[in-house]
């Protein structure tokens, strides 16, 4: 893990992503799940721990679209977050947390 200009943290190489897919990485102590969807050749960062279930599985789950929102369906419960801003489309009270990502350089980076 190497941090860069602004905090920006290389947490992985890009072919260490699966497409349209998630993966977990342990950045400074904390679980994040990392979707990349390869068709936009984006990454979204969001927090590993799923509230409901209390257990580190969010990047297991399976990614899907509500409206204009992209979301991960947690594997236990089921409930969506969205992979943009965190919040928890079932439950309007419940937000994880969510990072900036970007892939640059074949790198993988997370704005911690």
């Known amino acids: 893990m190497m941090t860069t200009e602004n905090n920006w943290t290389a947490v992985c190489g890009q072919n260490d992503l699966i497409s349209d897919s998630g ?3 342990l950045v400074n102590d904390t ?5 990349y969807l390869k068709k936009e050749q984006a990454v979204y960062a969001i927090a590993n721990h799923d509230p409901f279930s209390e257990a580190n ?5 399976l990614i899907g679209s509500k409206g ?15 992979l943009k801003t965190g919040r928890c489309l079932d439950d309007e009270n419940t937000r994880i947390h969510a990072w900036p990502a970007r892939i640059e350089n074949g ?3 997370v704005l911690i």
């Open 57 to 61: 599985v969010l990047s297991r789950g």
């Open 31 to 35: 679980q994040i799940a990392l979707f």
């Open 68 to 82: 204009d929102d992209l979301f991960v369906a947690s594997p236990v419960y089921k409930q969506h977050f969205c």
């Open 107 to 109: 790198l993988v980076e």
């Open 23 to 25: 993966v977990c990485a």
